[in-house]
């Protein structure tokens, strides 16, 4: 689908790449389901996030409502970027939910 970058919340370091390869939709196989990916990952996602889509190695990404506003996140649950730990596994995107949208219409288009 697309490269978005990624930083640490915890950390001063710089933007990482990471490839969004999907974009969940619902009533789905399992694997690209919204409903599906949210009971799956309920115990693990930080409070108040959605998983909205993932990479190719596992991680997710998440809608994160932080006092009202949405922003995108990268969850690295099975650890993959060196700085990640079970303190700090998630990150800030730089792309808005608006954006990551606009982004994904306008690709959807091209292809059609």
Same mark, same amino acid.
């Given at each position: 689908m697309g490269h978005l970058s990624a930083r640490s919340q915890h950390q001063a370091e &710089?933007?990482?790449e990471v490839l969004c390869d999907c974009l969940? +939709?619902?009533n789905l196989?399992?694997?690209i389901d919204f409903q599906f990916w949210q009971?799956?990952?309920a115990d693990d996602l &930080?409070?108040?996030s959605v998983a909205i889509g993932s990479?190719? +190695?596992g991680a997710f990404f998440l809608l994160l409502n932080e006092r009202g506003i949405l922003k995108v996140m990268y969850y690295d649950h099975a650890h993959q970027l060196s700085s990640s730990d079970d303190e700090g596994?998630?990150?800030d995107c730089?792309?808005?939910l608006h954006d990551l949208l606009t982004f994904v219409t306008e690709d959807f288009r091209a292809k059609a």
């Open positions: &710089p933007w990482t969940f +939709g619902l196989q399992s694997g009971c799956e990952l &930080p409070k108040g990479d190719p +190695g596994n998630t990150y730089d792309i808005s």
